[in-house]
């Protein structure tokens, strides 16, 4: 069984957000058919549990059935750590998590929890940064845009660090609300909450293809461009240095300066813009990476402008 719906990157697909995480992770499931199957799985569930011994002894990762103690209704779950004499239940077709005491608990079949992969996605934002770094108010923000609402998704890639509680992949992700199209990062950012971050390539292990080395950062390590994106990026520099984008532009305020952010910046040798990541802020200077190029300069922070 797929843990997973099959995913299709870098298309937009409908989704409905389930659950909203303290750490900014959020969870979608995908708009199909099994989706929308969930309640008849449920009342399945509810029938077979009548049948089904009680848990008796947990172990972390087990499936179960659980009966939710907010719902009640009976839903898949993984127990996802011991809480004597309780369970932590991380609900998997809709990503939140309950503790529940081991009466609630049923020991699972394998053929009905396996009849269909885990409906719940877990998903990052992949353009956004927030101000505090623990999520803290940002966290209600992004709950508030998004939860149990459309949205549509572009997703990008697994992140190569996050999982979820059980140690599901979480994808980095664009999202748009599904009715005004307008990006929820860029919500988040004109209300305040943090700032726009850029994405790295997605490059496949393996791939090849041509390169133009942009940058020696060391005799070991170096910058490169790939051949097949120098139109685009002809094109965004274009744009960035246009008299009508520019006039519209104004400094990061400096309570936005921080390690991560997306900027825009002048090079001191040809005095055009470029985008940038900060990677070091103080009062007085701040280091920014040119993410198109691979080099690095410091700026004076009245000087970096922000990124649309």
């Known amino acids: 069984m797929e843990m997973n719906p099959v995913l299709t990157l870098h298309k937009e697909q409908l989704v409905l957000v389930t659950e909203v995480a303290c750490d900014g992770k ?20 509810g029938q077979l549990a009548k049948t089904l011994p009680v848990v008796s002894a947990p172990a972390v990762a087990m499936r179960c059935y659980a ?48 009849s269909m992969p885990y ?5 990052k934002l992949d353009d956004f940064l927030p101000m505090d770094s623990d999520w803290g108010g940002t966290f209600k923000a992004l709950q508030g845009l998004i939860m149990d609402k459309e949205l ?19 994808y980095r992700v664009t999202a ?43 005799p070991d390590r170096f910058w490169v461009q790939l051949t097949k994106d120098s139109g685009e990026l002809d094109k965004l520099m274009e744009s960035l240095n246009s008299p009508e984008w520019l006039a ?44 198109d190029y691979g080099n690095s300069a410091v700026r004076a922070p009245s000087s970096i402008l922000q990124l649309s």
Request: charged share 15%; glycine share 6%.
């Open 26 to 45: 959020f969870f979608v499931q995908l708009d199909t058919d099994e989706a929308y199957g969930l309640p008849d799985l449920s009342a399945q569930i």
């Open 67 to 114: 009966l939710s103690a907010t719902h009640g209704q009976w839903f898949r779950g993984v127990i996802a750590n011991l809480k004597t004499p309780s369970c932590l239940i991380f609900y998997v077709d809709y990503g939140n998590v309950e503790t529940l005491p081991l009466t609630n608990l049923r020991h699972a079949s394998d053929a009905l929890f396996a």
């Open 119 to 123: 409906q719940a996605v877990s998903c």
């Open 152 to 170: 549509t998704l572009v997703f990008h890639m697994q992140d190569p660090v996050l999982r979820s509680i059980i140690g599901l992949p979480c």
């Open 176 to 218: 748009l609300d599904s009715v005004s199209r307008l990006s929820i990062a860029r919500k988040l950012v004109d209300d305040g909450f943090g700032q726009y971050c850029l994405s790295h390539q997605s490059i496949e292990v393996g791939m090849s293809g041509t390169a133009i080395v942009s940058y020696c950062e060391s």
């Open 248 to 291: 519209k532009q104004r400094p990061i305020p400096f309570s936005a300066l921080f390690s991560g952010a997306a900027c825009c910046v002048s090079y001191d040798e040809d005095g055009r813009f470029y985008r940038g990541e900060i990677t070091k802020a103080t009062a007085s200077e701040v280091t920014v990476l040119y993410v």
